[in-house]
């Protein structure tokens, strides 16, 4: 296995289980992951939108939509029309809302501190360090960014 292939599969083993440890039932109480992380998403955005929290989380407008609109009925987000432009729909908290994100326990540190206490203290800079220049590999877009299945090329054989 080539160090690409080693550093790929360690990133993805990684993923996946902080994935299964954030998505355990405890964690957000009544919510899913997903609609734990658009109250979230929504609380770190001063004015959020459909298409706002859309493109933060990485998903489809419906599927957002509908996300939402579970949230809204349930009493933890309100929709409100701009004043400047009836056209645009702010999604913001409600104090149901504000206070499950005070209360539920999904947030990393409560899913990953016991990680974190099991790293030797020396070696804790240095990891978030390595974490810190790979969120911002994962993040940089254009420069010389790929897809991720993009074909390999085939060079020509030549005789």
């Known amino acids: 296995m080539t160090k690409a292939e080693q550093f790929a599969a360690l990133v993805s083993d990684v993923a996946r ?4 440890r954030r998505s355990s039932d405890a964690c957000c109480g009544d919510l899913t992951l997903e609609q734990y992380e658009t109250l979230r998403t929504v609380s770190g955005e001063e004015r959020a939108t459909i298409g706002s929290l859309s493109k933060a989380l990485g998903v489809d407008i419906s599927t957002m939509s509908r996300n939402v609109s579970v949230l809204e009925r349930n009493g933890y987000l309100v929709r409100v029309r701009g004043e400047d432009d009836g056209r ?6 409600t104090s149901q809302g504000r206070g499950a994100l005070q209360t539920l326990r999904c947030g990393e540190r409560d899913v990953l501190g016991d990680v974190y206490e099991r790293l030797p203290p020396p070696d804790r800079a240095a990891v978030m360090t390595a974490l810190r220049a790979l969120r911002a590999c994962l993040l940089e877009e ?10 390999v090329s085939i060079r020509k054989r030549t005789s």
């Open 142 to 151: 254009g420069a010389g960014a790929t897809a991720c299945c993009s074909p």
């Open 88 to 93: 645009i729909v702010r999604v913001s908290l």
């Open 17 to 20: 289980e902080v994935v299964r």
